[in-house]
């Protein structure tokens, strides 16, 4: 049989600090460009509402099919800080290729390649974080996750306003210029200051492989479902402010900016929580408060009862999406690149989800986009309560 070497980093550095960096670069870089995707391919690339919705739709696949794969492989081998580097230098070469080509072909390929690759960048990272503070035995794995995952909320509160800034002032080039530098500055810094851990060994591995297979299948279809409803609710907020309760524009982003804010400290408190109570415990409390929010937002009837209910939506968020990293890494502490990658890509199935449900609920009036929510949640919350463990009793 033969044995993966594991080369083990010294124990010296402390690769935490370069990764909140990494982290936040990255963050910043994909909440710079991809809010104002869809307007560039209309805008610089005169293209159709179906071609605008193809380009989105088979650039998600093909980021879900190159994630997981380079998922599963960086699990086998020492190449997860190289993994880490490639998908940096991909997205900086990405977006410098879309700040100067306006083809929309050429740009389709860029997207379902080096596109694709930078995807891998995110699940790496926290895989990377896990395994680092495994192998020091710190018990601190779930504070430190959810301390990466802030910075991506800390991205998203900063990054729009600046691409809007950009656009205006830079145009398309401007922005995704912008967006290049700081990919490859996320570059620089893992190839400076973070070691490379080693591979998985084989001997940790499970016997057949397999792992929880029945809890990971049920847990990763509730994250799609209660993402999903997140995903459905984002994006129907603006639409719902400013046509069902006759809100503005500007009230729609002080309430989807006010959620981002709040999930900052509640991010960072459910982490440092996660260290005493089991993550599938904060998960489903997450869930239950979930059905609370999209209850409370069927019967809202002002903006600023909407603004208050967001408190509830950063419970829901800080829980599943803080948290659900690390409740997906303990399904398979051996992997932690394929449990990341399948935490990522829960997500990414989500978004595709998104765009023909928030249709369904542009036929029945924006209120039901919660009502679908309420729908999800429930669902995504059963199938986590049948997500459980089974204990195998041995008969020897």
Known sequence: MAVVTETVAPSAPRPFAPLIAVSLLTGLGYALATPFMSLFLIKELSASPFAVGAFLLTTSLA???????????????????????????????????????????????VSLTLAAVASSLMPQMFAYARQALERTGSARAPLAISTLRTMLSVSWVGGPPVAALLVDWSGFLGLFAVSAVVYFVAALVTVWALPELGGVGESARPADGAGPRREIVLAALAFVLLQGATAVGVYAMPLYVTEVLHGSTSDAGLVLGLCAALEIPLMLG???????????????????????????????????????????????????????I???????????????????????????LAGPLLALAQVFGYRS?????LVMSAA?????????????????
Do not use: E
């Open 380 to 396: 995504g919350l059963a199938l986590l309560l049948l997500a459980r463990r089974r204990v195998v009793k041995s008969t020897a």
């Open 63 to 109: 980021a879900l099919a190159v994630s997981t794969v380079l998922g599963r492989w960086s699990d086998a081998r020492a190449v997860r800080r190289k993994l880490m580097v490639y998908g940096s230098l991909a997205g900086g070469v990405s977006f410098g290729l879309f700040a100067v080509v306006r083809n929309y072909w050429l740009l389709l390929v």
């Open 369 to 373: 986009a919660y009502g679908i929510g």
């Open 326 to 352: 690390s409740y997906f890494q303990d399904l398979a502490p051996d992997r932690p690149g394929y449990a990341t990658t399948l935490y990522s890509n829960t997500a990414k199935v989500s978004a595709m």
């Open 270 to 324: 459910f982490g440092a929580l996660a260290m005493r109570v089991d993550h599938r415990v904060l998960v489903l409390a997450g869930g239950a408060v979930a059905l609370a929010y999209y209850g409370v937002m069927l019967l809202t009837t002002a903006t600023w009862q909407v603004a208050a209910a967001q408190a509830l939506h950063a419970v829901v968020i800080s829980a599943v999406m803080g948290v659900g």
